[in-house]
């Protein structure tokens, strides 16, 4: 009878902790709301790129991730300009913006759009984007196509940007009328 009861114990003790183990596993991958969270992605995304086109300096640097590996790099006329770490993405961004104020209710690019969005979320805190993006001149007679891409990462429960490149092809303006 002991020996019964005791192996009864047993598998009791192997059954719970193997379902203890289970419901650890599974809560660990549970599917994140990729809808949800691409939306406030996006939000991020967007504040970033009306902060950086009106010159809001503050605003704009809320938007990152202030780090030792934040990177950004554009592209321009055939050249790169890449910035490695929070301090010198900062520094040269920071100078960028000041030195191309707009002004109050302006914006040195005020129609932004996003097409053929691609997101891939790598667990519930990273996420890559890369889609084209078509940038309008101060007039609003032309656009300017890139092709950009961003690392995302959620830090206290907001996304942030870590990583910002930017390929323009300003040798090809698009007719403003011409994108919808």
Not at 31 to 49: F, G, L, S, V, Y
Not at 79 to 84: E, Q, S
Request: with cysteine; aromatic share 12%.
């Amino acid at each position: 009878m002991k020996t019964t009861l005791f192996a009864l114990l047993m598998i009791i003790g192997a059954f719970s902790a193997c379902k203890e183990a289970d419901s650890k596993n599974t809560s660990s991958m549970t599917k994140i709301d990729e809808e949800r969270e691409t939306k406030a992605i996006m939000q991020t995304i967007e504040n970033e790129t009306e902060c950086f086109f009106k010159g809001d300096y503050n605003c704009w640097k809320e938007s990152f991730v202030h780090a030792n590996y934040a990177f950004q790099v554009w592209s321009k006329d055939g050249y790169f300009d890449p910035k490695i770490g929070w301090n010198e993405v900062d520094d040269k961004i920071g100078r960028y913006i000041e030195d191309n104020k707009i002004g109050v209710g302006g914006s040195n690019n005020p129609k932004v759009i996003r097409k053929d969005m691609i997101v891939k979320f790598f667990g519930d805190d990273v996420a890559y984007l890369i889609w084209n993006q078509y940038n309008s001149d101060k007039k609003k007679t032309h656009y300017t196509h890139s092709t950009e891409t961003r690392i995302m990462e959620k830090q206290d429960g907001k996304w942030k940007i870590v990583n910002v490149t930017a390929l323009w092809d300003r040798n090809q303006p698009i007719p403003f009328d011409s994108l919808q």
